[in-house]
Antibody
Framework: QVQFQESGPGLVKPSGTLSLTCGVS?????????LTWVRQSPGKGLEWVGE???????NYNPSLRSRLTMSIDKSKSQFSVNLASVTAADTAVYYC?????????????????WGRGTLVTVSS | QSILTQPPSASGTPGQRVTMSCSGS????????VYWYQQVPERAPKLLIF???QRPSGVPDRFSGSKSGTSAFLAISDLRSEDEADYYC???????????FGGGTKLTVL
């Protein structure tokens, strides 16, 4: 059974860096998938944050690109996201998930499975 | 503001058929497949429809998807109370080189 599990601080100070890790079990992290972060601000919709492939190649949301870094640790079967210079607008539930590396019809947002999500609050 | 536009709310009574829309552009829906997700409160989204109109195993055939030009549609027939949830459309955007979501439609079963 493939499982994704987010972990990291639930509270980050403004101007600080948000750092989260997603542990992957039940499947090789080097399988043909983009490892993805999606966030959801309280009461709001879903927002694609970015993704990383096991080769280290990454795609980031253009609106977050200047503050965003993703990495992968194959030895620990986990991938991470760092978001710098956070503000209250970055308060959200952060989900980790994956989408296929190739799809019929081109790149596809076929996200499955999802982690349970972790709430990160930006506040002093 | 989301790249894909969805009406914020929809409603229906048990047994009815409800349709919700998702409007995009030539760089996303007009060029790529549309996916739909269902999210109940406090839970992660669940894939409902893939490649415009395909249902994953376990999703009832009461749920159906379609696409026309730069718009996509999700229909739910024989509406049930357990269908009350938020529904999100998603697609790849070739101009942004990333995934875009709609703002979500909150479905209320009256």
């Amino acid at each position: 059974q493939v499982q994704f599990q987010e972990s990291g601080p639930g509270l980050v100070k403004p101007s600080g860096t948000l750092s989260l890790t997603c542990g992957v079990s039940g499947v090789s992290i080097t399988s043909h998938y983009w490892l993805t972060w999606v966030r959801q601000s309280p009461g709001k919709g879903l927002e694609w944050v970015g993704e990383i492939y096991h080769s280290g190649s990454a795609n980031y949301n253009p609106s977050l690109r200047s503050r965003l870094t993703m990495s992968i640790d194959k030895s620990k079967s986990q991938f991470s996201v760092n978001l710098a210079s956070v503000t209250a607008a970055d308060t959200a539930v952060y989900y980790c998930t994956r989408r296929p590396g190739d799809c019929i019809g081109g790149s596809c947002p076929w996200f499955d499975p999802w982690g349970r999500g972790t709430l990160v609050t930006v506040s002093s | 503001q989301s790249i894909l536009t969805q009406p914020p709310s929809a409603s229906g009574t048990p047994g009815q058929r409800v349709t919700m829309s998702c409007s995009g552009s030539s760089s996303n829906i007009g060029k790529y497949f549309v996916y739909w997700y269902q999210q109940v409160p406090e839970r992660a989204p669940k894939l409902l429809i893939f490649r415009n109109n395909q249902r994953p195993s376990g999703v009832p055939d009461r749920f159906s998807g379609s696409k026309s030009g730069t718009s996509a549609f999700l229909a739910i027939s024989d509406l049930r109370s357990e269908d009350e949830a938020d529904y999100y459309c998603a697609a790849w955007d070739g101009s942004l080189s990333g995934v875009v979501f709609g703002g979500g439609t909150k479905l209320t079963v009256l």
